[in-house]
T-cell receptor, first 112, second 115 residues
Framework: QKEVEQDPGPLSVPEGAIVSLNCTYS??????FMWYRQYSRKGPELLMY????GNKEDGRFTAQVDKSSKYISLFIRDSQPSDSATYLC????????????FGSGTRLLVRP | ETGVTQSPTHLIKTRGQQVTLRCSSQ?????VSWYQQALGQGPQFIFQ???????GRGNFPPRFSGLQFPNYSSELNVNALELDDSALYLC??????????????FGPGTRLTVL
């Protein structure tokens, strides 16, 4: 079983839709949770960074962490064609282990 | 743009050869991590360098090795290349003070093809 599970998609939505992207994880030691956006043939770009449970909002993006159910979500409001990319969730223990553990990524396509 | 740069952009090697990939970290950062991303997969952690010393290693064989220099730039070396080493190699830099969070910013990657 992978430590972080993510539906690969693709997820296709019309422009303006609310997008919900999700991950589950298995290790309760994870303390930090991230969402990265990766365009084709580019490096991952950090979108959101959260510590422990709760919500964090940044513009059209909201990240949500529920540690009790080991569930991570990213919501995108008013989605745009430029949001079409692969979205990667990642976790980190935050003790002596600094490695990021990624999901496999969800491909999102926002249709004009 | 994160300020993390990698070279070369693309590389083609044959099986059994050796390769060196380079990374310049973002200004002010003291830590470099390397990841391997196979097609359609998330990045997999190779190792991290902090203050010129290896600080954690993923499930990769010893033929994957690295260096960090006093200016915090870094190299990833892979010996005896195998076909399965074909992937996007990503460098991420961060600033660590001590234990706790380690926000990592990625470069554009080097795409390695092994024939």
């Amino acid at each position: 079983q992978k430590e972080v599970e993510q539906d690969p998609g693709p997820l296709s939505v019309p422009e303006g839709a609310i997008v919900s992207l999700n991950c589950t994880y298995s290790n309760s030691a994870f303390q930090y949770f991230m969402w990265y956006r990766q365009y084709s043939r580019k490096g991952p770009e950090l979108l959101m960074y959260t510590y422990s449970s709760g919500n964090k909002e940044d513009g059209r993006f909201t990240a949500q962490v529920d540690k009790s159910s080991k569930y991570i979500s990213l919501f995108i409001r008013d989605s745009q064609p430029s949001d079409s990319a692969t979205y990667l969730c990642a976790t980190q223990r935050g003790d002596s282990s600094y490695k990021l553990i990624f999901g496999s990524g969800t491909r999102l396509l926002v249709r004009p | 743009e994160t300020g993390v740069t990698q070279s070369p952009t693309h590389l083609i090697k044959t099986r059994g050869q050796q390769v060196t990939l380079r990374c310049s970290s973002q200004s002010g950062h003291n830590t470099v991590s390397w990841y391997q991303q196979a097609l359609g997969q998330g990045p997999q952690f190779i190792f991290q360098y902090y203050r010129e010393e290896e600080n954690g290693r993923g499930n990769f064989p010893p033929r994957f090795s690295g260096l960090q220099f006093p200016n915090y730039s870094s190299e990833l070396n892979v010996n005896a290349l195998e076909l399965d080493d074909s992937a996007l190699y990503l460098c991420a830099s961060s600033f660590r003070v001590g234990r706790g969070e380690d926000t990592q910013y990625f470069g554009p990657g080097t795409r390695l093809t092994v024939l």
